[in-house]
């Protein structure tokens, strides 16, 4: 039986609910290796059998892009939080969900599957985001969190 699963960054202004498509000891836990990911702690989740719905107060989402410019890093503006690694193609969002900048819960005491992607080409790194994050919807508007 799958549970749906609620967070949000620190100060609240952007919430998210994950509805994972199996239990949550079964979602992947993993860890980017590049110095962005490291540096923010962040360990990921995603599912592509499920739904992340992504809520932020108006404004308050900051994308941020580095490196090879592939994909949104979320960031909020009020707290600093990064919430998610987000991609678009073909009318679709895709992301990776940061367990840490979220509290999402679930997720404690379990090591992450470390991970590096550098000698991915952009086409590579696109097919597997699309394969492995998890469809996405992201909202601008107040959240209930």
Known sequence: MTQTLNGSCY???????????????????????????RRHGARYTSDPAGWLHITAAPGV?????????????LICQECACY???MI????????????VGTNLPGFDGRDGE???????????RLA???????PTTLVE???NA
Do not use: I
Not at 114 to 124: A, G, N, R, S
């Open 128 to 134: 597997r985001r699309k394969a492995r994050w998890t």
């Open 11 to 37: 100060c609240g202004a952007v919430h998210v609910q994950l509805d994972p498509g199996k239990p949550v000891g079964e979602l992947p836990l993993r860890v980017c290796q590049c110095g962005f990911c």
């Open 83 to 85: 919430v998610a690694a």
């Open 61 to 73: 989402l900051r994308r941020y892009r580095f490196s090879r410019q592939t994909a949104d890093f």
């Open 114 to 124: 470390p991970l590096d992607y550098e000698d991915e080409t952009d086409e590579q």
């Open 141 to 143: 508007a107040v959240p």
């Open 88 to 99: 678009e193609d073909e009318g679709q969002a895709y992301a990776t969900l940061n367990v």
